[in-house]
């Protein structure tokens, strides 16, 4: 059991903190922040019990409104209104020069990144098949992000094309986004997310932005105005959508100015004081 008194603040993060808010809630103040997208309903339903914890919670934070109302709102039902609370991500400011995307140099191969833990989820798998796809163009494929887990068949594509994909396993964040900066596309195919970072902070640098149309970006990126997306799992769509990126140079200037004016709604001072009003509601 987690020892607390009423004194405390309790603050319990992501989906698999359930049976911790239904231990703390009774004695202390308890928030609940979410952090993950359709995801984390497959974990309430092996474990019997957790949705209790939308209701003991005297505070649930969502990252995002698309996320409370399209993937938890069944689980809300009853939930007093002043519970909920929105509270999208914040970004580190960037310098001035590094908001503007660099043109590509005449010669050299289109970047694409990825960045986030390799593992089925995020569906990389499918972002290397679609590259594989591409023979026709000069395209580097860079993975950021800690090999987890990489269908065999990706890692033979990936390893027979040695000059087309790399991986640079978990870096820091400041060589993250060096890297995202020195790219040209930024995609995250993955079949679940939860308003992610990554794209957002590919978005100040002012890259043309590839995603998976998943609930998380619903209010937040739009296809054809500050981004380009397809459906999960779709890698005719995706690599149809590299090519187009890869071959029209003022589309992913276009996109990538329109992800850079999406990017500076989530400055680290709302985050703050979307924060200060979630714990000044718990008197």
Not at 20 to 38: M, S
Not at 89 to 116: C, H, K, T, W
Not at 161 to 184: C, K, N, V
Not at 203 to 220: C, F, M, T, W, Y
């Amino acid at each position: 059991r987690v020892d607390v008194d009423a004194r405390m603040l309790v603050i319990c993060n992501t989906v698999m903190a359930a049976r911790y808010v239904l231990q703390t809630a009774p004695i202390a103040r308890t928030v609940w922040w979410l952090h993950e997208g359709e995801a984390g309903l497959a974990i309430l339903r092996n474990h019997p019990g957790a949705e209790r914890a939308f209701h003991a919670a005297h505070a649930i934070i969502f990252p995002s409104g698309a996320i409370r109302d399209r993937v938890y709102r069944s689980y809300l039902l009853g939930v007093p209104e002043v519970r909920q609370h929105v509270v999208p991500p914040g970004l580190d400011p960037i310098e001035p020069a590094q908001a503007v995307a660099e043109p590509s140099p005449e010669g050299r191969p289109i970047r694409v990144i990825s960045v986030g833990s390799v593992y089925p989820r995020k569906r990389q798998a499918d972002l290397i098949r679609a590259v594989a796809r591409l023979t026709d163009l000069r395209l580097e494929c860079l993975l950021v992000g800690a090999l987890v887990q990489l269908e065999p068949e990706a890692v033979a594509l990936a390893k027979a094309a040695p000059e087309r994909f790399s991986f640079a396993g978990q870096l820091s964040h400041a060589a993250t986004l060096r890297l995202i900066g020195r790219a040209d596309i930024f995609a995250l195919p993955s079949a679940s997310e939860c308003l992610p970072i990554a794209p957002l902070e590919a978005g100040q640098r002012g890259k043309a932005v590839l995603l998976s149309d998943l609930p998380a970006h619903e209010g937040v990126w739009r296809h054809g105005v500050n981004c380009l997306m397809h459906p999960t799992y779709d890698v005719d769509l995706m690599a149809h959508l590299l090519r187009v990126l890869a071959t029209d140079a003022a589309l992913r200037a276009r996109l990538g100015a329109a992800a850079r004016r999406n990017a500076t709604g989530y400055r680290n001072e709302l985050f703050l004081a979307r924060l200060d009003t979630v714990l000044a509601s718990l008197g």
